[in-house]
């Protein structure tokens, strides 16, 4: 059996070559590699700001976001991140649910509150089951969540999936997508 005749049959495409006769069209469907395809990025400069108590994951996330270009702040506790996100508004956010004093739900609920900060999209992030659990049940207002640990790929899906035509981070939720503002972080 030939090598052309063994990748067939390992891909189920056919049986072996005989001199003379056609070559059978393709049966199975072979998966595109992930890194084929071209991911679509935030434009350059896109500002995001990562509130966590893990160095490590605050580590990570800026290193991914600052080869794609980002603009990354830090803060380790939720109080730190409110402030910097009141001086100074990002892009987009990433938000650990599970931290010491103010927690995720609290900081989110603050900037919800807040008409400067209520647009800004949030991704939430945890590794504790209760929390995921509970972010799952509270219908809290935040745009994604990503599950620790989490890799490069799953990072930029989920900013993809908030992007606008001019590749910028856009909140998902439902109020905001139709233009009416969000009251005391609720929808009308």
Known sequence: MSIVDRLRALLGQGQPEVPGTP???PTAVIPIDRRARQRVNARRGTSALIIDDSK????ALRRMLESAGYIVGEAYDGATGLDM???RRPDLIFLDIVM???NGF???RALRKDAATQAVPVIM???NEHATEQFFGSGIEADDFMKKPFSRLEVFARIESLLDEHLVPQRRHPALVEGQ???AGRAP
């Open 23 to 25: 070559l059978p069209g």
């Open 56 to 59: 490590t994951i605050v580590v």
């Open 85 to 87: 996100v009141r001086r």
């Open 100 to 102: 010491p004093g103010m």
């Open 106 to 108: 609290a900081v989110l």
């Open 125 to 127: 992030v945890s590794g």
């Open 181 to 183: 503002p969000v009251v």
